[in-house]
């Protein structure tokens, strides 16, 4: 029974999302939450990780999270769940439209109400990400830096200033800079 949640989990959310794995995050996060496959902690961390192993986000956390629920099989499941939309919308498109598509006023314009939506997603996401990393304890008081984790907000000002002085600064640097410091300020460091 868990195998076909996970199947027709990810695979509603490879159909009815667009715009890229980031894009996913919160269909993703609402369904793994709903159906307390994972905690919101553990979903943090699956993102993290998705984000710095190779291949697609969307494949990488759907295939961590049904490893955590169930397996290898369970990973496998999510997996095609999550690819199959993809593969199956983009045969047809292929297959009868390919040449009519590029053309229609229709579909152009939809893609382009699409954008917007797609960006709201992700700095949504940026917002909610960054509020559980840099006050994990959450906000005692509004007004208040209580909670705040220094350490989180310190590599997070040095990665952003690293990156708006060297912006051609490869993404995969900034993720092992990010894990360094992390080591450091956690580990070695950390109390």
């Known amino acids: 029974?868990?195998?076909l949640q996970l199947f027709w989990t990810f695979f509603k959310v490879g159909a009815f999302t667009f715009g890229g794995g980031y894009a996913m995050i919160p269909m993703i996060e609402s369904e793994m939450l709903a159906h307390q496959w994972i905690s919101m902690e553990q979903m943090v961390d699956f993102i993290a990780i998705s984000e710095s192993?190779?291949?697609p986000f969307a494949v990488n956390i759907a295939t961590f999270v049904g490893m955590e629920t169930s397996?290898?099989?369970g990973a496998a499941v999510a997996t095609l769940g999550v690819v199959l939309p993809s593969f199956l919308i983009i045969l047809l498109i292929a297959h009868f439209f390919l040449q009519s598509f590029q053309k229609n006023r229709v579909v152009n314009g939809a893609l382009q109400g699409v954008r917007p939506a797609v960006i709201g997603l992700m700095a949504s996401v940026t917002v909610t990400i960054g509020y559980q990393q840099l006050f994990p304890l959450g906000v005692q008081v509004a007004s208040s830096w209580h909670g705040l984790d220094i350490r989180a907000l310190l590599i997070m000002v040095l990665l952003l200033?690293?990156?708006a002085w060297k912006k051609e600064l490869h993404p995969i640097w900034v993720i092992?800079?990010?894990?360094v410091l992390g080591v450091l300020f956690y580990g070695?460091?950390?109390v």
């Open 71 to 73: 397996g290898f099989l």
């Open 161 to 163: 200033g690293l990156r």
């Open 53 to 55: 192993t190779p291949g």
């Open 188 to 190: 070695v460091w950390g």
């Open 1 to 3: 029974m868990i195998l």
């Open 176 to 179: 092992g800079i990010s894990a």
